[in-house]
């Protein structure tokens, strides 16, 4: 069993920046592939950027490409989006995302465990 906990979310300004964090319970989190998530109002959820369990190997959404790193401590069991020059239509409610595989990482089916959320809104 895992739980996942953002944290880091708020109000931003386009161009601005926000760091958001995942911590994980228990003592797997090593071995998982963690990705984020968000999903706007009205939409459905979207993968935005994933993580191999090692930290070796990344994937990221197009729209997110040059803009948001991922990145993992294994020691500290926590996950972190860096988002820079942010824009308006990167206001969602964020989720990050445990799946034991790193098979379609970016289909939202396959992951196991789920974090609350934390919402991300950049005003223009």
């Known amino acids: 069993q895992v739980q996942l906990v953002e944290s880091g979310g708020g109000l931003v300004q386009a161009g601005g920046s926000l760091r958001l964090s995942c911590t994980a319970s228990g003592r797997t989190f090593s071995s998982y592939v963690m990705a984020w998530f968000r999903q706007a109002p009205g939409k459905e959820r979207e993968f935005v950027i994933a993580i191999s369990a090692s930290g070796a190997s990344t994937l990221y959404a197009d729209s997110v490409k040059g803009r948001f790193t991922i990145s993992r401590d294994n020691a500290k069991n926590t996950l972190y989006l860096q988002m820079n020059s942010l824009k308006p239509e990167d206001t969602a409610v964020y989720y990050c995302?445990?799946?034991?595989?790193?098979?379609?990482?970016?289909?939202?089916?396959?992951?196991?465990?789920w974090g609350q959320g934390t919402q991300v809104t950049v005003s223009s």
């Open positions: 995302a445990a799946r034991p595989s790193w098979t379609s990482v970016t289909t939202k089916g396959g992951y196991n465990y």
